[in-house]
């Protein structure tokens, strides 16, 4: 049951639309498909009422809540505008769309966006049928009738992605798999353009596309396979040389649908598709809410989708976002809902109430920042792991949170994360995360990934740590960015024990200016010196490559620095002791353990250094890599004009159209090479 608003209460044009949407990029709307015959016939009580209460009497913004109960602060959803069942798709087309429209043709790219649980009516929305013509079809035949009258050209794209968020082309009929690249002109290359002169002509193609992606859909008769669908509307115009002109495009977005990623499918399976399709739907509500929140950083690279649409998800951008419910409403719709309308809040407000979405790069950003607060402490090492292991009350509470949840066993796991989440609170202050934020999160499973994955990329950064920290001893120290670090770890080690300072600091200076006046190295050279930094690992004492702590201080031992770089010689078991005192999250005991550290501090250092060179190599030396021709060069360097460091992990190659297969037999290939 609905509890209706007046409509001239709901239709005061003077308020609506995008013009109510000042503060914020995008726009967030609810609409209630109709109901089916079967939902007609339900009883009303067994259905959940939605209430629609309007915000302010100053906006046409509504509060909607779920249930008996009056709507409180508490359980109220805030969205700009809530479409009820009887409010068809031309009503939204003309409030919402065609005003984006405008936008298109002046320049500036929009974007639709569908989402919401299962069965919601997004395909409803968006492409509709041919008595009542969806979004896509009513915004096409608006445009049609636009470029005759401007001059103007137009093209479109068709694109589903599945769960893996492989790309597939609906416009060729062979249905291919695309790596979807934009070029300098912002036009994705890779995937079908196709002109478009008449309506019926599209209507054509549209339909056809969308016919060609159910067979594919289907993996089992009751449970079609989720997937996005993307249409692409490209708008032209002739400069006096004919050339055609790209102005401006529009997006149409049919997110799949989200359905709870613990829910068991009939054979009692929890279908993997459902975490991996879930986790793009929510890098859409991500942006949008980093968009809304004006964060500093929009996650774009969650997912393959957001990545490919950025130009179109930007702030100079339209966006619409449509979160479309049931009439019978549900915990899967109610999540989403939840998720979409985080930013609508107002733009100051919501920072306040900002959940602590990470992204790969914010991690990454903490990471370093762990690394950068390890730097500049003046405590030696061990005394820093103390440190970290008494925290402030809130990173108390947020580690217990986590040890509830078992996610972490390890003490060393716990004090980093506690670290990490106090660091996330002083360096990412602009969003105010609370750990009290945390435990009411609609989203638990988000963020329980998300620390999750913190947490053992602050471990593994630790363990990262340790094997660069051994080549460093070595003189290798401007190998790697995580090299530096550590290395630099070491020396205020150095420098608190007061011994070795002098030969240390004239090492690094030698070595930073060599390192300025080389400015990016070859690979090739970085690796071989890597090589042969592994050839003299293999030569000396697991002493003579860790140097040990001295028990009081922690400081590094003026006896106890390697002098000796010769024959190989069997570590003591008190020399193994206090390798283990050293390491103390591990055992080494053997030759071949000390020999398996030393091949992953070398694996690790050739990752960091690749990923260096991608991010800092000019055209001609990326090309001298293998598996990197003429346009994935091109492409790299158009990405670094983005971020300045667009590579951060191995996982980043996807972003050049690389699969993990290929970046491993790359890798195998460069290291390969050093041996010929
Ligand atoms: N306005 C409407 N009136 C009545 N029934 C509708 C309406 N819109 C959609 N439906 C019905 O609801 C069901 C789901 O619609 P639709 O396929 O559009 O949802 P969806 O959110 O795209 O689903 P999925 O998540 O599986 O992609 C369909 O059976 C459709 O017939």
């Not at 395909?123 to 009738?145: H, N």
């Not at 060393?412 to 009411?440: C, G, N, P, R």
């Not at 670090?485 to 150095?494: A, L, M």
């Not at 159209?657 to 460069?670: H, I, W």
Request: include cysteine; hydrophobic fraction near 30%; charge should be neutral.
């Amino acid at each position: 049951m609905l509890m209706a608003l007046n409509p001239s209460e709901k239709f005061d044009l003077g308020k609506v639309g995008v013009r109510s949407n000042i503060c914020r990029k995008v726009r967030v709307v609810a609409k209630i498909r109709g109901s089916s015959n079967l939902e007609t016939e339900l009883p009303s009580k067994t259905v959940p009422s939605i209430s629609i209460h309007k915000a302010s009497e100053a906006s046409d913004r509504v509060k909607l809540s779920f249930g008996e109960q009056p709507a409180s602060r508490k359980e109220a959803h805030l969205v700009d505008y809530c479409y009820e069942q009887n409010e068809d798709n031309k009503m939204i087309f003309s409030r919402e769309v065609k005003p984006l429209i405008s936008g298109v043709f002046e320049g500036h790219n929009a974007t639709v966006i569908a989402c919401g649980a299962r069965g919601s009516g997004k395909t409803d929305l968006i492409q509709g049928s041919v008595k009542k013509p969806g979004l896509a079809v009513l915004a096409m035949d608006e445009i049609l009738s636009r470029i005759e009258q401007n001059a103007k050209s137009v093209s479109i794209s068709f694109y589903e992605a599945n769960h893996h968020e492989h790309v597939y082309d609906l416009l060729d009929p062979e249905r291919p798999e695309v790596f979807v690249f934009e070029d300098r002109a912002k036009l994705p290359k890779g995937i079908s353009q196709v002109l478009v002169r008449s309506n019926s002509e599209f209507q054509r193609l549209y339909l056809s596309g969308c016919a060609a992606r159910k067979p594919a859909q289907k993996i089992a008769i009751e449970r079609p396979c989720r997937s996005h669908t993307g249409l692409i509307v490209h708008v032209f115009s002739r400069n006096e040389n004919s050339d055609s002109v790209h102005v401006g495009k529009m997006n149409f977005v049919d997110l799949a649908g989200y359905e709870d990623g613990r829910r068991r499918s009939s054979d009692c399976r929890v279908p993997v598709e459902n975490h991996m399709i879930n986790k793009s739907v929510r890098a859409f509500l991500n942006v949008a809410h980093a968009l809304n929140t004006n964060g500093s950083h929009v996650p774009y690279r969650e997912s393959k989708l957001t990545y490919l649409l950025r130009d179109s998800l930007g702030r100079t951008s339209k966006i619409l976002l449509v979160a479309c419910l049931k009439p019978s409403i549900c915990q899967d719709s109610i999540h989403m809902l939840s998720l979409a309308c985080r930013g609508t809040v107002s733009a100051n407000k919501s920072k306040s109430l900002a959940r602590p979405v990470l992204s790969s790069s914010h991690k990454g950003q903490i990471l370093r920042n762990v690394c950068t607060t390890e730097r500049k402490l003046p405590e030696t090492r061990s005394h820093l792991f103390e440190k970290k292991a008494t925290c402030t009350t809130s990173t108390i509470k947020g580690r217990k949170l986590f040890d509830e949840e078992n996610q972490f066993t390890k003490s060393e796991k716990a004090s980093s994360l506690s670290a990490t989440v106090s660091i996330v609170q002083t360096s990412m202050s602009q969003e105010e995360i609370s750990i009290e934020d945390v435990t009411k999160s609609s989203a638990p499973l988000l963020l329980d990934n998300t620390f999750s994955d913190i947490g053992n990329d602050v471990e593994s950064n630790h363990t990262e740590q340790k094997d660069i920290t051994m080549q460093s001893e070595h003189h290798h120290e401007e190998q790697t960015p995580g090299a530096n670090n550590c290395s630099k770890v070491v020396s205020s080690i150095e420098e608190e024990d007061g011994s070795l300072i002098g030969a240390h600091k004239i090492n690094k200076e030698n070595n930073s200016s060599a390192a300025n006046e080389i400015g990016s190295p070859l690979l090739s050279v970085q690796l071989r010196e890597i090589s042969n930094n592994l050839k003299s690992l293999y030569y000396s004492t697991p002493l003579a490559i860790q140097p040990t702590m001295s028990e009081d201080s922690g400081a590094l031992s003026r006896s106890q620095v390697p002098t000796n770089i010769g024959e190989p010689q069997t570590p003591t078991n008190e020399q193994s002791m206090r390798v283990n005192d050293r390491w103390d999250a591990t055992n080494v005991h053997s030759p071949w353990e000390t020999f398996s550290m030393c091949n992953s501090g070398m694996k690790n250092s050739l990752i960091q250094e690749y990923l260096r060179f991608l991010n800092t190599a000019n055209k001609e030396d990326l090309k001298r890599l293998k598996g990197i021709g003429e346009k994935r060069a091109t492409f790299i360097l158009e990405l670094r004009e983005e971020s300045p460091e667009p590579f951060k992990s191995l996982d980043d190659l996807k972003d050049i159209g690389l699969s993990e297969k290929q970046v491993k037999g790359m890798m195998k290939k460069e290291v390969g090479g050093l041996f010929d």
